[in-house]
T-cell receptor
Framework: GENVEQHPSTLSVQEGDSAVIKCTYSDSASNYFPWYKQELGKGPQLIIDIRSNVGEKKDQRIAVTLNKTAKHFSLHITETQPEDSAVYFC???????????FGQGTTLQVKP | DTAVSQTPKYLVTQMGNDKSIKCEQNLGHDTMYWYKQDSKKFLKIMFS???????INETVPNRFSPKSPDKAHLNLHINSLELGDSAVYFC?????????????FGPGTRLLVL
């Protein structure tokens, strides 16, 4: 069945360093890949997404890359700040099915 | 002003009870979802409704019954609660139109079954 693997499960970086989270998906028909940030006690919030016709997308300190051939996509956060500390989820779906398959989550800790 | 709201925020109940969680969205979206987040933070879709019609129904015990009275509301009723139902339940909504896949999540309902 559909599956999304996410690594690492925990990531600790110093403030100002970069953080990279990687995901692999199994369904080759997936064409929509969002990333969500979940702060403690809150619901997941979309931070960036990418569609399969694009290889890379950037929004200020956040960028996402997609390798459709290898079925990999990654989240890159540069110049990390303590407020970036949260759980990050990748997900994959076939566009407009609404069925998001989530990765297991990465707990990011940014140390001041 | 909250885009997707859920009530209650916390729910503590005994095994065997029946309980309901309510969700409302004011974004004008056509599609609403229920997700379950377990103690390991894993998020899994349970149900999805589009304009009051059930379109996704994952392998969920039939003790869970969603109901959508209109496209702005999606409620979740759980019968005969079990210990394993303890989790955080999230409601979400999205638009059907192409490019409208973004799902907006509510704040969650923390269910504890004793």
């Amino acid at each position: 069945g559909e599956n999304v693997e996410q690594h690492p499960s925990t990531l600790s970086v110093q403030e100002g360093d970069s953080a990279v989270i990687k995901c692999t998906y199994s369904d080759s028909a997936s064409n929509y890949f969002p990333w969500y940030k979940q702060e403690l006690g809150k619901g997941p919030q979309l931070i960036i997404d990418i569609r399969s016709n694009v290889g890379e997308k950037k929004d200020q300190r956040i960028a996402v890359t997609l390798n459709k051939t290898a079925k990999h996509f990654s989240l890159h956060i540069t110049e990390t700040q303590p407020e970036d500390s949260a759980v990050y989820f990748c997900a994959a779906s076939r566009s407009n099915t609404g069925k998001l398959i989530f990765g297991q989550g990465t707990t990011l800790q940014v140390k001041p | 002003d909250t885009a997707v709201s859920q009530t209650p925020k916390y729910l503590v109940t005994q095994m065997g009870n029946d309980k309901s969680i309510k969700c409302e969205q004011n974004l004008g979206h056509d599609t609403m979802y229920w997700y379950k987040q377990d103690s390991k933070k894993f998020l899994k879709i349970m149900f999805s409704y589009n304009n009051k019609e059930l379109i996704i129904n994952e392998t969920v015990p039939n003790r869970f019954s969603p109901k959508s009275p209109d496209k702005a509301h999606l409620n979740l009723h759980i019968n005969s609660l079990e210990l394993g139902d303890s989790a955080v339940y999230f409601c979400a909504s999205s638009q059907v139109a192409p490019g409208g896949e973004t799902q907006y999540f509510g704040p969650g309902t923390r269910l504890l079954v004793l």
